[in-house]
């Protein structure tokens, strides 16, 4: 079982350290946001009226308290033009329902934007990652992957389908009560300003402090999802050594390592908005006092006196909001970094600039030319060493050797899951290398060790081979892969759900359904890693049968370590430590008395 690594997922993953400023990570976002750019322009509309229409309420009160609450107004009919003290409140109750109106339709389209940004961010990230080669999850869990696309998405949304439609809300509110405030009373306005410059740099201070935490947070939940879903998938193997106390500990371990990053956080965004409020308020309790002392002296009017109490009033409360939203900016930044490392994660495998078209023939000939391997976590270990082999179109040929000796790391150069270090791959004369990856992998069916099912039917899972195949073309895959026997006798045929990885069919069952669905593919190169390890006697006869079938007029590969499995191939290529040691029929191998004919002695009893 493979634990975590320490040191978090060092492909994508960079130092908290050396991170851009939040809003630098937040401007990788645009592209997702340009397409709306129509949506993002009606809201800022929206967002500057909204403002402006709150901002004239306190002067529509200063006229009100100014008129001394009677049946005119002083000087004449005011800013809301009004005579009467129930046309004040009207025009009042008007100003709020307007108020109203743009807020609600300001709301729904920043929601609309941000659930649509993320749900095409996630997407985009989700596809990058499918594009990615084995390599590149050598280093990250998918784990992670997920609490990246689940977690850190979420963040984003909610800053940009609402923290920052709010932060913007704010900034407005507090600049034009900052401006109304200079015209109300420039005195009191400059003596506020004053107070609140020598409280920026501390605040300044913290917040950097708050988005180190945020980032440092968001990895450690990442690592307790890595831990959950590697575990989750691993469930009979915990269960069967009696390690569920162990991991539950193992993952109540990890999740209190988040727990304190996360109050960690939450303490300094605590000071943080303790300072800023305490601060701010302080401020503004202070130029009131000063401003009492001016409407006592007669310089003041009691309504201008009012109004800017109403424009202090919106100001702190602007301020205290963009406190918060810079928080949830601070960790929306953490979160678009990790989303965007994945998202501009570069593939190991990349197509050549003007693929070639594959060449057209009904059959396949394959060529290893002095190819060498060595995989990216162990560089100085070939897995592959000087490696020639012709393989011949509709040939059938079995790669045997011992563990390690480099089957499967053939078929996975074949596949171009990695690139070879040294020599060529070549079909039908074509470097692997200068075809499209679709198109090369079209040319190829596989059939895994260990099969792989979907959540699906049983209809569904075999024709994910081919997906434009027609349901009779379904059935008889199934039927050469001897699968049509049991998924006749399921609750609802081939339309039955097979469950999460396969959890309602047997190992034999999961491995015919992967044959059926290899054999529905009708590529023009079959692979055959193992495909019959997990069947009973019984069933491998019935299989060996349907797969004899299929391989007629494929060139087919086969990796076996049942020797009884592969008597009736056309070659056998025998590998031990990287390297092709024999090669020949069964019976020319067991009279040299090599490495082969040692395997048959112990296996087939010769």
């Keep these: 079982m493979r634990r975590a690594d320490s040191a978090g997922s060092a492909a994508v993953r960079q130092p908290a350290a050396a991170a851009p400023p939040p809003l630098s990570a937040l401007r990788g976002l645009w592209p997702f946001l340009r397409p709306y750019r129509a949506q993002l322009l009606l809201a800022f509309v929206l967002l500057s009226v909204a403002s402006a229409t709150i901002l004239v309420v306190p002067l529509a009160f200063r006229d009100l308290i100014d008129s001394g609450f009677g049946d005119g107004v002083a000087n004449g009919a005011g800013l809301l033009g009004a005579h009467t003290l129930d046309g004040h409140f009207i025009a009042l109750f008007g100003l709020a329902g307007f108020w109203a109106l743009t807020v609600a339709a300001r709301f729904y389209t920043v929601s609309w934007v941000g659930e649509r940004v993320t749900a095409d961010l996630r997407s985009a990230v989700y596809a990058r990652v499918l594009g990615q080669s084995p390599q590149f999850f050598e280093t990250l869990q998918t784990g992670e992957v997920l609490s990246r696309l689940s977690g850190d998405t979420t963040l984003v949304q909610t800053v940009v389908g609402s923290s920052l439609s709010m932060g913007l809300r704010s900034l407005f509110q507090s600049v034009g009560g900052m401006v109304m405030l200079a015209l109300t009373s420039f005195q009191l306005f400059a003596l506020n300003l004053g107070l609140m410059v020598l409280l920026t740099l501390p605040i300044l201070a913290i917040g950097r402090r708050v988005r180190r935490l945020s980032r440092e947070s968001q990895d450690r939940i990442a690592d307790a999802s890595a831990l959950a879903g590697e575990i989750l998938n691993a469930m009979p193997t915990v269960q069967a050594f009696t390690q569920e106390a162990a991991e539950a500990r193992r993952f109540a371990e990890r999740s209190e390592t988040g727990f304190r990053t996360?109050?960690?956080?939450?303490?300094?965004?605590?000071?943080?908005?303790?300072?800023?409020?305490?601060?701010?308020?302080?401020?503004?309790?202070?130029?009131?006092?000063?401003?009492?002392?001016?409407?006592?002296?007669?310089?003041?009017?009691?309504?201008?006196?009012?109004?800017?109490?109403?424009?202090?009033?919106?100001?702190?409360?602007?301020?205290?909001?963009?406190?918060?939203?810079?928080?949830?900016?601070?960790?929306?930044?953490?979160?678009?970094?990790?989303?965007?490392?994945?998202?501009?994660?570069?593939?190991?495998?990349?197509?050549?600039?003007?693929?070639?078209?594959?060449?057209?023939?009904?059959?396949?000939?394959?060529?290893?030319?002095?190819?060498?391997?060595?995989?990216?976590?162990?560089?100085?270990?070939?897995?592959?060493?000087?490696?020639?082999?012709?393989?011949?179109?509709?040939?059938?040929?079995?790669?045997?050797?011992?563990?390690?000796?480099?089957?499967?790391?053939?078929?996975?150069?074949?596949?171009?899951?990695?690139?070879?270090?040294?020599?060529?791959?070549?079909?039908?004369?074509?470097?692997?290398?200068?075809?499209?990856?679709?198109?090369?992998?079209?040319?190829?069916?596989?059939?895994?060790?260990?099969?792989?099912?979907?959540?699906?039917?049983?209809?569904?899972?075999?024709?994910?081979?081919?997906?434009?195949?027609?349901?009779?073309?379904?059935?008889?895959?199934?039927?050469?892969?001897?699968?049509?026997?049991?998924?006749?006798?399921?609750?609802?045929?081939?339309?039955?759900?097979?469950?999460?990885?396969?959890?309602?069919?047997?190992?034999?069952?999961?491995?015919?359904?992967?044959?059926?669905?290899?054999?529905?593919?009708?590529?023009?190169?079959?692979?055959?890693?193992?495909?019959?390890?997990?069947?009973?006697?019984?069933?491998?006869?019935?299989?060996?049968?349907?797969?004899?079938?299929?391989?007629?007029?494929?060139?087919?590969?086969?990796?076996?370590?049942?020797?009884?499995?592969?008597?009736?191939?056309?070659?056998?290529?025998?590998?031990?430590?990287?390297?092709?040691?024999?090669?020949?029929?069964p019976a020319d191998l067991r009279a040299r008395g090599g490495l082969y004919a040692r395997l048959a002695a112990l296996q087939l009893d010769l």
């Excluded at 406190?323 to 953490?334: C, H, N, T």
């Excluded at 290893?368 to 391997?373: I, T």
């Excluded at 082999?389 to 053939?410: C, N, Q, W, Y």
């Excluded at 699906?456 to 699968?483: H, K, M, Q, T, W």
């Design 262 to 585: 996360a109050i960690r956080r939450t303490r300094v965004r605590a000071l943080l908005t303790v300072l800023v409020i305490t601060a701010v308020m302080g401020s503004i309790l202070f130029v009131l006092w000063v401003g009492a002392q001016q409407v006592r002296a007669g310089s003041l009017s009691g309504g201008e006196l009012a109004a800017f109490v109403l424009y202090a009033a919106l100001v702190a409360g602007g301020v205290g909001t963009l406190a918060e939203v810079w928080g949830d900016i601070m960790r929306a930044g953490g979160a678009s970094e990790r989303l965007l490392e994945l998202l501009h994660a570069a593939p190991a495998i990349r197509e050549a600039a003007r693929p070639q078209a594959a060449v057209a023939a009904d059959q396949a000939a394959l060529r290893f030319e002095a190819v060498s391997f060595a995989y990216p976590a162990r560089p100085a270990q070939r897995a592959l060493d000087d490696i020639d082999l012709d393989i011949a179109p509709g040939e059938r040929v079995a790669l045997v050797g011992p563990s390690g000796a480099g089957k499967t790391t053939l078929f996975q150069l074949l596949l171009r899951y990695y690139d070879v270090s040294a020599g060529r791959i070549l079909i039908n004369g074509q470097d692997v290398r200068e075809l499209a990856l679709h198109e090369l992998r079209g040319e190829i069916a596989i059939v895994p060790q260990d099969a792989v099912i979907f959540s699906a039917s049983a209809l569904e899972n075999i024709r994910y081979g081919r997906p434009a195949a027609s349901d009779e073309e379904v059935f008889a895959a199934a039927r050469a892969a001897a699968a049509d026997e049991f998924i006749a006798r399921l609750p609802e045929g081939y339309g039955t759900f097979l469950g999460e990885r396969g959890t309602r069919l047997s190992g034999g069952q999961r491995q015919r359904i992967a044959i059926a669905r290899a054999i529905l593919k009708r590529a023009r190169v079959l692979l055959l890693d193992e495909a019959t390890s997990a069947l009973d006697a019984e069933s491998e006869i019935l299989v060996q049968r349907g797969l004899a079938a299929a391989m007629q007029g494929r060139t087919t590969l086969i990796i076996a370590h049942r020797l009884a499995t592969v008597q009736q191939v056309d070659r056998i290529v025998v590998m031990e430590q990287g390297r092709i040691v024999e090669t020949g029929t």
